[in-house]
């Protein structure tokens, strides 16, 4: 018998269901990488849509007239003052640039609320893919008004308006998924992990857009717009939704409770506990959030429901249900001024780049991508750390801790040198992007399948929509604060930054107390426990 080849070899290593999972962790990864690209573009164009002027002698064309011919012929399609694109040449441009970012997140913050409770009640992946669709749309929309010559701000708002509801389609959807396939085992690793498709799809819309910027910028959105475009085809074709669709036996049981590692699956008979015990005992992560007495005793989800085994599908949970979830309500204020942070620098950063270290619009999107490298770290580094010391508040609090100062460095560093800014843009993209991605992936995913859920995995959708949603709060207030505090010193818009981390972990506060709290008497009831 021939021998089989070393690929074939590879292929049988798995398991189906470990290639299923493998497969989804992959595409919705795709999925939500293609969100982000196509959000980054503006943070990109906003330096060619305003440039420095050049004074109006140095123009030297005879008369208006003679000018205004030699425009028609130029294919730049530059207004008059050389400034830039009407209407953002004017001196209040940041402002304006300010006002597109707050048009989208607005938008995007308002949508989430919606965006969680519709879907827990639709197909995950017709809403996916018509939200992908229709983003493509309107990325595209914007870049269009390059080759239309459209020089009115209402167009362009517009345009930031529609395709911040719609993009409010993926988050939900794919924190639901990426749930549904995997258990918590390694469920902050791996989410880390996959978390930093926010960072990469950041970074290819920063190439792909400054690829473009100089030249024709139009096309730094239309390509975009394309790419999420064809992606919400593939999506349509591929994604699944959850193991049992497929007969998958990635599920994990409500009576064997097995451990998930999230690429095998074992099981640990666990011996017959009484109901105080085992409440103490299991899930220690989420079971430290709050004492035994605040653990939400009575059903969240109102209406009686039975398991899918029944063939009775569960009704999903009310929006004030969800926010009776332990820890919902302080991880989402957290996450509404971490993300304010993070938004700040993902809108405003290259702006920043080139007034500081007076580069163009492509050099300088090129280099705040570290920023973003620096958030894939970050987040994979949270996930460990909360994995191994099971906690995710505690974890959150030690990261926004160190990040507020070296904000204050990177304001003073970065002044020094290209050398000193990519050092420190790196670092604070781990310190910043950390929490941030915490709290949105693995925070999100432990609270919409808490055991006062009583089994309903239909709340995932509806909680990540209200944390990510309370957080797109702050990602609407940041970029905005920063159009309006800039005109006074970069050194201002740090200073906001940092006020905005300090407010994230004093909200995390009680939540760390009563996970070191928790671990102790975690720690005596196990050594009790084998006393007996």
Same mark, same amino acid.
Not at 364 to 368: E, H, R, T
Not at 492 to 515: G, H, P, Q, S
């Given at each position: 018998m021939a021998q089989l080849p070393p690929g074939v070899h590879f292929i049988v290593l798995f398991t189906r269901d470990q290639w299923c999972r493998a497969f989804t962790f992959v595409l919705t990864f795709l999925l939500y990488t293609s969100f982000h690209l196509s959000r980054k573009p503006i943070s990109i164009v906003k330096g060619e849509l305003h440039k420095h002027c050049a004074p109006p002698n140095e123009i030297e064309l005879n008369s208006y007239k003679e000018y205004a011919i030699h425009s028609q012929l130029d294919k730049k399609l530059f207004n008059e003052s050389q400034c830039g694109w009407e209407p953002f040449d004017k001196n209040n441009y940041k402002q304006l640039l300010g006002a597109l970012d707050y048009s989208f997140l607005c938008a995007y913050a308002v949508g989430m609320y919606l965006s969680g409770i519709i879907g827990e009640r639709l197909p995950i992946r017709y809403y996916l893919t018509a939200g992908m669709l229709a983003s493509g749309l309107f990325t595209a929309m914007f870049g269009l008004g390059y080759f239309y010559n459209i020089h009115n701000l209402w167009f362009y708002m517009i345009a930031q308006i529609a395709n911040g509801l719609v993009q409010t389609t993926g988050w939900?959807?794919?924190?639901? *998924?990426?749930?549904?396939?995997?258990?918590?085992?390694?469920?902050? /690793?791996?989410? =880390?992990?996959?978390?930093?498709?926010?960072?990469?799809?950041?970074?290819?819309?920063?190439?792909?857009?400054? %690829?473009?910027?100089?030249?024709?910028?139009?096309?730094?959105?239309?390509?975009?717009?394309?790419?999420?475009?064809? /992606?919400?085809?593939?999506?349509?074709?591929?994604?699944?939704?959850?193991?049992?669709?497929?007969?998958?036996?990635?599920?994990?049981?409500?009576?064997?409770?097995?451990?998930?590692?999230?690429?095998?699956?074992?099981?640990?008979?666990?011996?017959?506990?009484?109901?105080?015990?085992?409440?103490?005992?299991?899930?220690?992560?989420?079971?430290? /959030?709050?004492?035994?007495?605040?653990? *939400?005793?009575?059903?969240?989800?109102?209406n009686i429901a039975v398991n899918g085994e029944s063939g009775t599908r569960m009704s999903a949970i009310s929006f004030i249900g969800a926010l009776r979830i332990p820890g919902v309500i302080e991880f989402s204020l957290c996450l509404l001024f971490a993300k304010l942070v993070s938004y700040t620098f993902l809108f405003w950063l290259p702006l920043y780049i080139t007034n500081v270290e007076h580069l163009d619009a492509k050099r300088?999107?090129?280099?705040?991508t570290l920023f973003d490298v620096g958030g894939i770290f970050g987040g994979i580094l949270a996930g460990i750390i909360s994995d191994r010391l099971e906690k995710r508040a505690s974890t959150c609090g030690m990261?926004?801790?160190?990040?507020?100062?070296?904000?204050?460095?990177?304001?003073?560093?970065?002044?020094?040198?290209?050398?000193?800014?990519?050092?420190? /843009?790196?670092?604070?993209?781990?310190?910043?992007?950390?929490?941030?991605?915490?709290?949105?992936?693995?925070?999100?995913?432990?609270?919409?399948?808490?055991?006062?859920?009583?089994?309903?995995?239909?709340?995932?959708?509806?909680?990540?929509?209200?944390?990510? =949603?309370?957080?797109?709060?702050?990602?609407?207030?940041?970029?905005?604060?920063?159009?309006?505090?800039?005109?006074?010193?970069?050194?201002?818009?740090? %200073?906001?930054?940092?006020?905005?981390?300090?407010?994230?972990?004093?909200?995390?506060?009680?939540?760390?107390?009563?996970?070191?709290? *928790?671990?102790?008497?975690?720690?005596?009831?196990?050594?009790?426990?084998?006393?007996?």
């Open positions: 939900p959807s794919v924190v639901t *998924c990426i749930g549904n396939w995997f258990g918590k085992g390694r469920r902050g /690793l791996i989410m =880390g992990i996959w978390n930093s498709h926010t960072s990469v799809g950041n970074i290819l819309g920063s190439l792909i857009a400054g %690829y473009w910027v100089s030249t024709c910028w139009g096309l730094s959105f239309v390509v975009p717009g394309i790419i999420i475009a064809c /992606l919400g085809i593939v999506c349509f074709l591929f994604l699944v939704e959850h193991p049992k669709d497929i007969s998958c036996a990635c599920e994990t049981s409500n009576n064997s409770k097995p451990y998930m590692n999230g690429t095998n699956k074992f099981r640990v008979q666990k011996p017959s506990l009484n109901f105080k015990e085992t409440n103490r005992l299991q899930d220690p992560a989420m079971q430290c /959030l709050l004492p035994d007495r605040e653990n *939400c005793t009575v059903p969240l989800n109102q300088a999107g090129d280099l705040s990261m926004l801790l160190l990040a507020a100062p070296t904000l204050y460095m990177f304001s003073a560093i970065s002044k020094m040198g290209l050398e000193a800014t990519i050092v420190m /843009l790196l670092i604070s993209g781990a310190l910043v992007n950390g929490p941030y991605a915490l709290i949105t992936t693995a925070v999100s995913a432990d609270l919409g399948t808490h055991k006062s859920l009583k089994g309903n995995a239909r709340a995932l959708s509806t909680v990540t929509a209200i944390i990510d =949603g309370t957080g797109s709060v702050g990602a609407a207030l940041g970029p905005l604060l920063a159009g309006l505090i800039s005109p006074s010193g970069w050194n201002n818009v740090f %200073y906001m930054l940092m006020v905005a981390d300090a407010c994230a972990l004093l909200f995390l506060l009680r939540l760390i107390r009563k996970e070191l709290q *928790c671990k102790m008497d975690h720690t005596f009831d196990r050594k009790k426990f084998k006393e007996h």
